[in-house]
């Protein structure tokens, strides 16, 4: 494999120290670099021309992709990309790193942990960023994907010295229940209502999303859990099943949840005045 091949392999950029301890000889690192195969960034990183844009711009700003930036690459549950590249940058790297513009958003904070280099932020640090950017409820929309994707315990999180208010409340409410996004989007408000909410219980033979009180039942249809015919039958048929055993089954899908949300809790507290969440 040459170096332009694993170059390519690495996202199009890799630190002059790694691409040495790869075995490729520095000659042959500073031809590469003269003939205008890659571009060395602050004489430590080195770029093609097809390299990841973020990660480029990451090592500009002598920064690291983080927040909803890494979240997004990390397959959290985000609704939709962020328009800009969120970076985070330690302190005192301000004056040292910025020599130009930097077209991102930028999040100067010490490291909640000791890193490895890299030019990806480490998930705590993303999580303590979007604690500060996102509000409350959308930013534990993310903390509990990324419990169920980065297999976090929630008691972990509670145990890490949070630099912010913000960030220490979402450690004290994340539960690792929700099965995704959708779900968060929904519990969060929901517990405010003051009636009992349960989350992923198993009820004739499958697991549901939420139980609100005693009988009623809210399904979630993610598009990439739900988008087979054969797994929709099976999920008419469990709704079939739980309507014979006395629940009330509200199933929402992905758009109405995410774009339509008011109108699903408008649904929501009808069910629950006409006292559909209790047992007879």
């Not at 694993?6 to 002059?16: C, E, P, Y």
């Not at 909410?197 to 549901?208: C, H, K, M, Y």
């Not at 014979?244 to 199933?251: A, K, S």
Request: aromatic share 8%; charged share 20%.
């Amino acid at each position: 494999m040459n170096l332009l091949q694993w170059l390519a392999s690495r996202d199009g950029i890799a630190h002059r120290a790694d691409i040495l301890a790869a075995g490729f000889a520095l000659p042959s690192l500073q031809s590469f670099v003269r003939s205008g195969f890659g571009t060395l960034i602050r004489r430590a990183w080195v770029a093609t021309s097809d390299a990841d844009p973020a990660l480029v711009l990451a090592a500009r700003a002598g920064g690291r992709v983080s927040c909803v930036s890494l979240a997004n690459r990390r397959q959290w549950w985000v609704a939709s990309p962020p328009s800009r590249v969120h970076l985070h940058l330690p302190p005192h790297a301000a004056s040292a790193h910025l020599t130009g513009p930097i077209d991102a958003t930028l999040h100067w904070t010490k490291p909640l942990l000791p890193a490895p280099r890299s030019l990806y932020a480490e998930v705590e640090d993303a999580l303590q960023h979007i604690a500060g950017c996102l509000p409350n409820d959308d930013a534990l929309v993310l903390w509990e994907s990324a419990v169920r994707v980065e297999k976090l315990a929630p008691e972990y999180l509670r145990s890490l010295p949070w630099t912010s208010k913000a960030a220490r409340e979402l450690a004290e409410a994340v539960t690792g229940l929700s099965d995704s996004g959708l779900e968060t989007l929904l519990v969060v408000p929901l517990r405010r209502w003051g009636v009992n909410i349960r989350q992923q219980v198993w009820l004739a033979g499958r697991p549901v999303d939420i139980v609100v009180g005693e009988k009623l039942v809210i399904q979630l249809d993610g598009w990439q859990f739900h988008s087979s015919a054969a797994q929709r039958g099976k999920d008419i048929a469990h709704d079939a099943e739980l309507r014979l055993r006395g629940y009330t089954v509200l199933r929402f899908g992905y758009a109405q949840v995410v774009h339509d949300r008011e109108t699903v809790f408008r649904v929501i507290r009808r069910a629950i005045a006409a006292r559909l969440h209790l047992a007879a």
